[in-house]
C-alpha cells in the first residue's frame, strides 16, 4: 500500500488523521509521514491495519444496504 493508498481508504472511512493514526496504532507524525510518502510503499504491519479496517468498514456498509433493501 502507498501513501496515497493510505489516503484514500482514510477517507472511505471517514476518519481524520488523528483517528486513523489511532486505529493504526501511529502517532499522528508517523502517520503523516506515511501519508506523505504518496507513491512510497509504507510498512507492510501498518498497511494490515489499514486493510482489516477498509474491509470491516465495506461488509457493514454491505449489510446496512441489504437491510435497507429489506424493509422496501
Not at 507513491?39 to 449489510?63: C, F, G, N, Q, S
Amino acid at each position: 500500500m502507498t501513501g496515497n493508498a493510505l489516503k484514500r481508504a482514510r477517507s472511505f472511512l471517514g476518519f481524520t488523521q488523528d483517528a486513523m493514526a489511532h486505529a493504526c496504532g501511529l502517532s499522528l507524525a508517523t502517520y503523516q509521514r506515511r501519508e506523505a510518502l504518496a507513491e512510497e510503499w509504507i510498512p507492510k504491519a501498518e498497511a494490515t491495519h489499514v486493510r482489516v479496517l477498509t474491509e470491516d468498514h465495506a461488509t457493514y456498509l454491505l449489510d446496512a444496504v441489504e437491510a435497507a433493501e429489506e424493509t422496501r
